[in-house]
C-alpha cells in the first residue's frame, strides 16, 4: 500500500515538474547542449550555471539582463511578518545577483504584465486550486506574469527560498553565509513546477538550525503545522509523588515490587496495563486539552503518552500477558493510548515507538488519530549509520528496517526520530553522508508523515553545517540529486580548498568499515577510518587545503572548524605532541566557543585546562 503511493506520488510529481527537485538546475544538468555545472573532479561551476542561465529559451522570460529588470514583486495587501520577510528577501536576492533593482508592492497596485507574484495575491492564478498541502507551492509562468503561489504564508515563505535556490542557485549554506551567484542575464523557460514536500514535518534540530529564520530559508517545518507534545510525559500525568503511596498499583512492578524511583540505573515507568491508570491519563488529557482550546491556539496537537526514557517496563502478569499476546513490549502502552483515543475521536495523540517499545505489534493497530513516533533508537541500541537501513550488513541495521518497513504496514501516521551524530564525541569526525538518502527514501516508502532529525543540538558537531543543509534538502526530496548537491556546497563553501576538502570526507567513507554508531567511542574506529595513517593523510590533505585559498579569511575560518574536528580525534587516540594537540585543541574551541564534547555535557573543555 506504501510503495502504491510512493509510485503514484512520483509519476505525480515527475509528470508536473521532472520531480520535486525538477528545478532550472536539474533541466540545464540534463540537457545535452548546455554546459555542465559539475566537472569531472566534482568541482561546480559558477560561469557554466551563469552561461546556461543567460542562454536563449523558446518562449522564455527574461528576469533581468545588463543589470535591468521590468518585473516588480507583488505580494498580498495586509500580510503576514513572516510573508513580507520572505518578499524582502526575494528582493534583496534578485538585486544582489542581478545588480538590477526590484520594486515591492502589495496587490492593491494596479496590475502590470511582468510581475512576480507571492502567495495568494488578488492576481488571477488559473491553478490555485491544486495547491492542498499547507507546505506546498507552485512556480508557474502565465504570460508573462510569475507565480510564486501557496495557499499559505509557510507555503509562500517556502516557495519564495525554493525558487532562489532552485532557479537561481541561490544557497542558504549557514546561520551567517548566503551564497548569491553573479549574473549578467536570466532567461527562465516557461514554468509549471508544482512542489509538494515528501514530507509533512522536516525537522533538522541542531546548533545549526536554531535560528528561525535560516529555518524558514530551509524550508523547514513552521508552527504552522502539527505539534507533538514532546514525549517521556507519563509521569506528568500521574506523579509518584501524589499518587504512590495510596495507590502504588499504578506503577512499574520491577524486580519484585512496584517502584518510583529508579532501578538498576534507570527509570521506572507506569503500570499501563492498569484501567484507573488510563482514566487518569484520559482525564489529564482533557483537562490540558481544555486549557489549550481556552488559549486560542489552533495548531493541531498530538498529545503524548509515552513511556518514560528508560529500559525498565511493567513486569506484573497483566502486562507480561498483553506483550506475549500481541508480540511486542508496546502492547500495553498501545492499548492505553488507543482507549484513549477512542474517547476522545476529535483530538489527536501520540506515543512512542521507542527502546523496548520499537518493535511493532502483530494484531494491535493504531487507531487513526494516534501518531506513532518511532525512534532508531531500540533495546538493541541505536542505528548504524554506515550505510542506508537494512543494508549496512549489521544486526541492528536490519533490525531497523524491519521495525519501520513493519511499522509502515500498520499505520500511516508515523513521526521518525532520526538521530545523526556522535553523541558521545561531537567533534569527532562522522561520515555518515552516505547513509542519509537511502535512510529517508526509506521512511518516504513507509509513509511516514514527519521526521525529526537531531544531530549536535547541545554544542557543535563534526560537518553540521553541511550536513543540516543536506538533510533539509533530502526531507524536502529524498529523491534529489545528492552528489550534486553535496559537490556544490562543498566547492561554494571551501573554493579553492573544495577538492582537498572532498578527498577527506571520501577518505573517511572508504576506509570506514564495520558499524558507524551514534555512541562511538574514538577507540572503536582506531583500526579503520580512524587509525593513524588515516588521519594523518586527512591532516596533510588540509594543509594542502590552508595552502590553496591564499589567506580568504571567510574559508580560513571554515577550514579551522574542520582542523578542529581533526585535531580533537588526534587528542582522543594520543596521536602525535598530545600537548600540542591539547593546546591547538583548546584555541580552536574558544575560537569557534565550544563549551562541551559531548551531549550531556559530563565531557567539558574546562576540564581539559
Known amino acids: 500500500m506504501k510503495r502504491l503511493k510512493r509510485a503514484v506520488v512520483l509519476v505525480l510529481v515527475f509528470a508536473i515538474a521532472l520531480g520535486a527537485f525538477a528545478s532550472l538546475i536539474q533541466v540545464i544538468r540534463h540537457h545535452s547542449d548546455l554546459l555542465p555545472l559539475i566537472d569531472e573532479n566534482g568541482n561546480y561551476s559558477e560561469e557554466a550555471f551563469a552561461a546556461n542561465l543567460a542562454s536563449y529559451k523558446r518562449g522564455g522570460l527574461t ?51 511582468k510581475e512576480i507574484c507571492v502567495g495568494a495575491t488578488n492576481r488571477v492564478f488559473s491553478k490555485a486550486e491544486e495547491i492542498t498541502d499547507s507546505a506546498a507551492y507552485y512556480l508557474a509562468s502565465e504570460g508573462a506574469r510569475i507565480f510564486i503561489y501557496a495557499n499559505s504564508v509557510y507555503g509562500a515563505s517556502n516557495g519564495v527560498y525554493g525558487f532562489l535556490e532552485d532557479y537561481l542557485g541561490v544557497m542558504y549554506m549557514d546561520q551567517t553565509y548566503t551564497y548569491y551567484p553573479r549574473l549578467d542575464k536570466a532567461v527562465l523557460s516557461p514554468l509549471d513546477d508544482l512542489q509538494v514536500p515528501a514530507f509533512e514535518v522536516r525537522d533538522v534540530y541542531t546548533r545549526q538550525t536554531d ?155 493504531p487507531e487513526d488519530n494516534v501518531l506513532i513516533k518511532y525512534c532508531f533508537m531500540s533495546e ?54 552516505q547513509s542519509l538518502q537511502g535512510n529517508y527514501q526509506l521512511l518516504q516508502e513507509c509513509g511516514v508523515r514527519g521526521v525529526f532529525s537531531l544531530g549536535a543540538y547541545t554544542e557543535r558537531g563534526s560537518s553540521d553545517c553541511m550536513k543540516a543543509y543536506l538533510i533539509s534538502k533530502l526531507l524536502w526530496n529524498p529523491d534529489a540529486d545528492f552528489d550534486f548537491l553535496m559537490n556544490k556546497y562543498l566547492t561554494i563553501y571551501y573554493g579553492a580548498a573544495a577538492p582537498y576538502v572532498r578527498q577527506i570526507y571520501a577518505l573517511q567513507r572508504q576506509y570506514l568499515s564495520g558499524i558507524l554508531w551514534v555512541y562511538d567511542f574514538p577507540l572503536t574506529h582506531k583500526q579503520d577510518y580512524l587509525s593513524q595513517s588515516a588521519v594523518e593523510q586527512y591532516t596533510d590533505l588540509l594543509d594542502d587545503a590552508f595552502a590553496a585559498i591564499q589567506n580568504d579569511e571567510a574559508i580560513t575560518k571554515r577550514l579551522r572548524y574542520e582542523q578542529l574536528s581533526l585535531t580533537y580525534a588526534e587528542y582522543k587516540l594520543g596521536y602525535g605532541d598530545t600537548a600540542q594537540n591539547l593546546a591547538l585543541l583548546l584555541t580552536l574551541c574558544d575560537e569557534f566557543g565550544i563549551r562541551r564534547f559531548n551531549e550531556i555535557g559530563t565531557d567539558l573543555v574546562n576540564d581539559y585546562r
Open 63 to 113: 528576469l533581468f539582463e545588463n543589470m535591468g529588470s521590468e518585473y516588480v514583486i507583488i505580494y498580498p495587501q495586509g500580510a503576514q511578518e513572516t510573508l513580507t520577510g520572505a518578499v524582502e528577501d526575494l528582493a534583496t536576492a534578485l538585486t544582489t545577483v542581478s545588480g538590477a533593482a526590484f520594486e515591492v508592492y502589495d496587490d492593491s497596485r494596479a496590475p502590470a504584465d
Open 380 to 433: 538493541f541500541g541505536a542505528n548504524d549509520l554506515s550505510a542506508p537501513i537494512g543494508q549496512a550488513g549489521s544486526e541492528i541495521s536490519q533490525k531497523h528496517y524491519d521495525e519501520i518497513t513493519g511499522w509502515g504496514e500498520l499505520t500511516d501516521n508515523i513521526y521518525v526520530w532520526d538521530y545523526v551524530t556522535n553523541y558521545f564525541n561531537y567533534l569527532l569526525p562522522f561520515p555518515c553522508f
Open 211 to 365: 535560528n528561525a529564520k535560516y529555518r524558514r530559508q530551509l524550508r523547514l517545518t513552521s508552527n504552522e503545522v502539527f505539534s507533538a507534545d514532546g514525549c517521556h510525559k507519563s509521569f506528568y500525568y500521574i506523579s509518584p509523588e501524589e499518587y504512590f503511596d495510596e495507590h502504588p498499583e499504578y506503577f512499574a512492578l520491577l524486580g519484585g515490587q512496584r517502584r518510583v524511583e529508579d532501578y538498576m540505573f534507570q527509570k521506572s515507568q507506569l503500570c499501563w496495563s492498569n484501567p484507573e491508570v488510563i482514566d487518569l491519563l484520559a482525564e489529564g488529557a482533557e483537562r490540558r486539552i481544555q486549557s489549550y482550546e481556552e488559549s486560542g491556539e489552533t495548531r493541531t496537537i498530538y498529545w503524548d503518552f509515552s513511556q518514560m526514557d528508560s529500559m525498565n517496563r511493567c513486569q506484573c502478569s497483566e502486562c507480561k500477558a498483553l506483550e506475549a499476546q500481541y508480540g511486542s513490549p508496546i502492547a500495553p502502552i498501545l492499548l492505553a493510548v488507543n482507549e484513549i483515543a477512542r474517547r476522545y475521536p476529535d483530538y489527536h495523540f501520540s506515543t512512542l515507538a521507542y527502546h523496548y517499545g520499537s518493535v511493532p505489534p502483530v494484531g494491535l493497530i
